[in-house]
Antibody, heavy 118, light 107 residues
Framework: QLQLQESGPGLVKPSETLSLTCTVS??????????WGWIRQPPGKGLEWIGT???????YFNPSLKSRVTISVDTSKNHFSLKLSSVTAADTAVYYC??????????WGQGTLVTVSS | DIQMTQSPSTLSASVGDRVTITCRAS??????LAWYQQKPGKAPKLLIN???SLESGVPSRFSGSGSGTEFTLTISSLQPDDFATYYC?????????FGQGTKLEIE
């Protein structure tokens, strides 16, 4: 059974870079047709798609965040990563990683809360 | 970007009720629409993809319909486990976008 697990610091200072990793088990990042994405949810609010990567390295980003986002993949470690630069309090959210199948998200990590605060 | 608008934002209902949640897209998305259920402190769970295709293991009381710009999620007979927040998501084109959510509460 596919499992995804987010990891990374729970507290980031304003103007610094948020870095998270999603480790995939029970499946391969290199599976043909599977894409891997990051989604976030500010406390008490709705879901926002951040970006998606294919194992080849091809990426797709939300234009609202594109200038600050990097998503990378390491197939040897079966994980993919998110970096969000120049964070502010508005970036405080639960960050989820998930598998995209044809665009819908069928497997999700449990989520990790990242707070931006000095 | 394609805007997704759900209605209502909050819905109060009782066990056994039939409820319908609507999701409207700002432009046609064919049937590239998914529905998710989210409970407090948990990740969203996929219920339906391609507007009407029920995910394996999801109870048959859930159903989805629609195409183009208007979609509905129907729960035929509410069970206690169904009280949660529901989101629609379009995957017709990037950037993928979600509705703002519908919170289903116990009346």
């Amino acid at each position: 059974q596919l499992q995804l697990q987010e990891s990374g610091p729970g507290l980031v200072k304003p103007s610094e870079t948020l870095s998270l990793t999603c480790t995939v088990s029970g499946g391969s990042l290199s599976s043909t047709g599977d894409y891997w994405g990051w989604i976030r949810q500010p406390p008490g609010k709705g879901l926002e798609w951040i970006g998606t990567i294919y194992y080849s390295g091809k990426t797709y980003f939300n234009p609202s965040l594109k200038s600050r986002v990097t998503i990378s993949v390491d197939t040897s470690k079966n994980h993919f990563s998110l970096k969000l630069s120049s964070v502010t309090a508005a970036d405080t959210a639960v960050y989820y990683c998930a598998r995209h199948r044809s665009g819908f998200l069928d497997s999700w990590g449990q989520g990790t809360l990242v707070t931006v605060s000095s | 970007d394609i805007q997704m608008t759900q209605s209502p934002s909050t819905l109060s209902a009782s066990v056994g009720d039939r409820v319908t949640i609507t999701c409207r897209a700002s432009q046609s998305i064919s049937n590239w629409l998914a529905w998710y259920q989210q409970k407090p402190g948990k990740a969203p769970k996929l219920l339906i993809n391609k507007a009407s295709s029920l995910e394996s293991g999801v109870p048959s009381r859930f159903s989805g319909s629609g195409s183009g710009t208007e979609f509905t999620l129907t729960i035929s007979s509410l069970q206690p486990d169904d009280f949660a927040t529901y989101y629609c998501q379009q995957y017709n084109s990037y950037p993928y976008t979600f509705g703002q959510g519908t919170k289903l509460e116990i009346e």
